[in-house]
């Protein structure tokens, strides 16, 4: 998958002021530089896709509604863009999903379909919704989506001065594919790391395997990182497009939520927060590097205990 100059230029027009443009900082680390995405509506960087997503379905989307699975941030930036624009939404979780999200995404009208306690079963459901007329996203593989988290890229590619490499979370995949699509696209040619919590590793595991592979559960705490499974379209653009998958302690990714809080000045939910956990761990240098904090939705008690 690639997008032209054209095309992610477009995308990014047909972002409404709310939502792009957030701001690129210089952090109080030396070298290090944050791209606050932590700062949308909604509190990540879904809204880019699900509002790209849903304006490309056009007419069809308002008719029939919409269906997505999500763990959390992704549901509430749907419901948002959905009530904008006059969408009707419905949306898949799994039991285990953030209470936190979960209220968020009640916030605009939307209909809950659930499942069991199982990644897989989420597209299992969108399936049977799809049976029934309802128009679906597979966020794992849709081009829209992607393109929606490239406009992200995009506006990073300004400043391709300020820095020599990337670290960005992945679980799907698709925030990595799209952030690498749109800076290669601008002429980037430092390095673009992926990001995964030990307790979830399965893309670092299907890196070194060579192919995907499904990993029979998550136990991590970043909540918006817990994909056991890769499509095989997404892995190949993995593998194209990044130069590797860094896995970082489950107990790193607390600190790293502490350090962005109390030395950088940034709530970001422990998914967002494992680039900081990388740097932590010395696994790169925080000298010309980017980091992509992907939302900051977080539980107020365990913010709460993490900086204590």
């Not at 992945?170 to 040619?189: E, N, P």
């Not at 950088?264 to 680039?275: D, M, R, S, Y």
Request: hydrophobic share 40%; proline share 5%.
């Amino acid at each position: 998958m690639d997008f032209s100059t054209s095309e992610l230029e477009s995308a990014h027009a047909l972002l409404p002021d709310a939502i792009k443009n957030t701001p690129l900082v210089s952090g109080r680390t030396p070298g290090l530089t944050l791209k606050l995405e932590t700062l949308q509506p909604t509190g990540s960087y879904k809204i880019r896709a699900a509002w790209t997503a849903l304006v490309r379905l056009g007419e069809p989307a308002r008719v029939k509604g919409v269906a997505l699975s999500s763990s959390g941030n992704f549901a509430g930036a749907f419901t948002w863009a959905a009530k904008r624009l006059g969408v009707p939404a419905h949306l898949v979780f799994t039991p285990s999903v953030s209470g936190l999200k979960v209220q968020m995404a009640e916030e605009f009208p939307c209909q809950i379909h659930r499942c069991e306690d199982r990644y897989e079963a989420r597209y299992e459901v969108l399936e049977h919704l799809a049976e029934s007329g309802i128009l679906t996203i597979d966020h794992r593989l849709d081009q829209n989506v992607h393109l929606g988290h490239a406009t992200i890229g995009w506006e990073c590619a300004e400043h391709l001065e300020r820095f020599e490499r990337v670290l960005v979370p992945v679980s799907t995949g698709g925030l990595a594919i799209g952030m690498a699509t749109a800076l290669r696209a601008r002429g980037f040619r430092g390095e673009i790391w992926g990001v995964q919590p030990s307790g979830n590793d399965t893309a670092a595991r299907s890196f070194r395997a060579g192919r995907p592979i499904q990993n029979r559960g998550a136990a991590t705490c970043c909540d918006a990182l817990t994909a056991t499974s890769l499509p095989q379209a997404a892995f190949d653009e993995l593998k194209r497009l990044l130069s590797g998958i860094l896995v970082v302690n489950e107990a790193t990714i607390p600190e790293a939520v502490k350090y962005l809080a109390l030395s950088e000045g940034v709530i970001a939910e422990p998914g967002a927060a494992v680039g900081m956990a990388a740097l932590l761990e010395n696994q790169k240098r925080p000298d010309g590097t980017l980091l992509i904090l992907s939302g900051r939705n977080i539980e107020p008690a365990l913010l709460r205990d993490y900086l204590t």
